[in-house]
Nanobody, 120 residues
Framework: QVQFVESGGGSVQAGESLTLSCAASGTQIRNFRMGWYRRAPGKQRELVAG??????DYANSVKGRFTIARDNDKNILFLQMDSLKPEDSAMYYC???????????????WGQGTQVIVSS
C-alpha cells in the first residue's frame, strides 16, 4: 500500500536551515503531483509547496526560502527550508497534490509527519 514517511525535522534557531525528506513506497512519485503541507497548533493544514513534473510552486509565506525537489530514482521528495522563521514551526507532511491544489483532507495517505520548531 502507499506510504509516506517524513523525516528531517528538528529544533533550530531563526535563520537556520533544515532539509525534510519524504520516502514514498507503494507508488512512484514521478507519476504524480506532490506537495509538502504543514499544520501548526490550532491551525488548519496548509499547502506549503507543490511540484508538477519539474515545475515547483510555493505558498507566498515561504517563497524564496523553501525549495521542493524530488529524486525520482530513489522515490524521495525533499523540502529545503532556509532562513527559517518562528512562524514556520509546524508538523510537516508530504502527500499527493490534487489537480485543484486543494488540501486532500480526506486522504488516507497522511503519514506521521516531521516536527519543525523554530526559536527566535
Amino acid at each position: 500500500q502507499v506510504q509516506f514517511v517524513e523525516s528531517g525535522g528538528g529544533s533550530v534557531q531563526a535563520g537556520e536551515s533544515l532539509t525534510l525528506s519524504c520516502a514514498a513506497s507503494g507508488t512512484q512519485i514521478r507519476n504524480f503531483r506532490m506537495g509538502w503541507y504543514r499544520r501548526a497548533p490550532g491551525k488548519q493544514r496548509e499547502l506549503v509547496a507543490g511540484i508538477t513534473n519539474s515545475v515547483a510552486d510555493y505558498a507566498n509565506s515561504v517563497k524564496g526560502r523553501f525549495t521542493i525537489a524530488r529524486d525520482n530514482d530513489k522515490n524521495i521528495l525533499f523540502l529545503q527550508m532556509d532562513s527559517l522563521k518562528p512562524e514556520d514551526s509546524a508538523m510537516y507532511y508530504c502527500n499527493f497534490l490534487p489537480l485543484d491544489d486543494e488540501i486532500p483532507r480526506d486522504s488516507v495517505y497522511w503519514g506521521q509527519g516531521t516536527q519543525v520548531i523554530v526559536s527566535s
